[in-house]
């Protein structure tokens, strides 16, 4: 391995590769084990040598954004995690349209869409992704999808080859999209929006924000909506209805404040948050003949919790 890390720092530099990174400071989760490799290219050149590098030396690698919809094992990662940085943080409008980077957080570029009377993107502000990870699963909130403003990206292969997709080629359906079957790594992605009222556009954020911090349990630590909507139901009350609400495996709970949520309280491992999850599945399962499918993307080797830790 230690050709693959010579020649990795070549391509990218040395301060942008780290080696046996803890992943938790990387994720919304704040629990992860460790990454073997975790570089963050400062541009499109840097990221097709660090993707060619990895192919020829078999190094299995994953790109992330902000890794709010993420759970890196206990045992962590034996690859390399290649993290969409600095280099793909902008956005640039032009009239109603906006081109913008896959590292810019949704909530950033709402409010530069706000600043400027466009209307759109309003729900999607208290998401706490990228717009890179936004698209790679058609994110949405409050009747809102991704797809409803997207029009177009500039994507990358895995051999490296970069080219422009359209909104039909992405396939965006109830959070799932093409880009991951087709091994594309998102730059940039283009979204119409609206002209709209600056004071209208800012009421509605500010209304959303309200409910969110109403209903959701954002003092802690967790990724979003955990699991999907399964078709006909509402994943927060099934879980509630089937006893769950509140549901520890050590510092993995399910909330109390929103059952849709699984949070960490503190010092939870990763193994405790997909034992809790894959406790609830089979316990909806059980009850309800309905499967869960998590929302959230897991990434690594597992470790089991120790027995004893469910309250």
Known sequence: MERFLEELIR??????????????????????????????????????????ICARHQIPFYVMGNGSNLLVGDLGYHGAVIRMGEAWDFCRFEGNRVRAGAGILLSRLAAEACRRSLAGMEAAGGIPGSLGGALVMNAGAYGFEMKDIVRGARVMDREGNVKEVSAEELELGYRKSAIPGQGWIVLEAELELTPGSREQIREKMDELAARRREKQPLEYPSAGSTFKRPEGYFAGKLIEDAGMRGYRVGDAQVSEKHCGFVINRGQAAPGQILRLCRDVQEKVKEQFGVSM???VRLLGEFQEPEEGTDS
């Open 11 to 52: 391509a990218v530099g040395e301060e942008q590769v780290k080696t046996m990174e803890p992943m938790g400071s990387h994720v919304t989760f704040r629990a992860g084990g460790k990454a073997d490799y975790f570089v963050t290219p400062s541009g499109e050149k840097e990221l097709a040598e660090a993707v060619n």
């Open 293 to 295: 499918e998590l929302e």
